[in-house]
């Protein structure tokens, strides 16, 4: 069953803040996030295993809460080539990775 | 390293005909995964596989047949196209978790159309 992500689109100017909900019903065992841009295939950003730890890249973190079954991406002062699509993923019975239905994120100038 | 190649990168079929996407990595990696991409859809499994010789079903795997005879090929076979399956397939490779670093590497995918 693939997690809900939320909202399915954003739009920003240059230099604003976003965040990215994941959700799942199921248990999850770790949770991925990729960005893909349009005609390209997606690139993987960061993972995030059981235990509630945060991860950065750049200016852009996450957060996982096993308990809850969720997952938020954070982007702080975003930049043009932040724009793109983003996707969770989330790890089904330890082999299976499962989508969401993406983010569309815009930045404009 | 050419990372995980996908051929053909397009297709157009007629309804009824059969056909098989050509998946290849050069990682050496266990995982591999078929996912189809349609708008408002996001990346939907098809099918998958944890080594040689084991495959499973994902959330969309009807009209499709997989193999996995070697740890680099997996192919993606559709058996009787049809318009729905009109759609961007994405094969994308990854080591075990615990072998290094577990992220997904995707091909640049096929998009294809069936009429």
């Known amino acids: 069953q693939q997690p809900v992500q939320s909202p399915q689109a954003v739009i920003l100017r240059e230099g604003e803040d976003a965040v990215i909900n994941c959700s799942s019903s199921?248990?999850?065992?770790?949770v991925h996030w990729y960005r893909q841009k349009h005609g390209e295939a997606p690139i993987f950003l960061m993972i995030?295993?059981?235990?509630?730890e945060q991860k950065g890249h750049d200016k852009i973190s996450a957060s996982f809460n096993e308990k809850k079954q969720q997952s938020s991406l954070y982007l702080t002062a975003s930049q043009l080539s932040y724009s793109g699509t983003y996707f969770c993923?989330?790890?089904?019975?330890?082999?299976?990775?499962?989508f969401g239905q993406g983010t569309r994120l815009t930045i404009n100038p | 390293n050419a990372g995980v190649t996908q051929t053909p990168k397009f297709q157009v079929l007629k309804t009824g005909q059969s056909m098989t996407l050509q998946c290849a990595q050069d990682m050496n990696h266990e995982y591999m995964s078929w996912y189809r991409q349609d708008p408002g859809m996001g990346l939907r499994l098809i099918h998958y596989?944890?080594?040689?010789?084991?495959?499973d079903q994902g959330e969309v795997p009807n009209g499709y047949n997989v193999s996995r005879s070697t740890t680099e090929d997996f192919p993606l076979r559709l058996l009787s196209a049809a318009p729905s399956q009109t759609s961007v397939y994405f094969c994308?490779?990854?080591?075990?978790?615990?072998?290094?670093?577990?992220?997904?590497?995707f091909g640049s995918g096929t998009r294809l159309t069936v009429v």
């Open positions: 596989s944890v080594g040689a010789g084991i495959t």
């Open positions: 995030l295993l059981k235990g509630g």
């Open positions: 199921k248990a999850l065992y770790s």
């Open positions: 993923g989330t790890v089904q019975g330890a082999q299976k990775l499962v």
């Open positions: 994308a490779s990854s080591p075990q978790p615990g072998q290094g670093p577990w992220s997904y590497t």
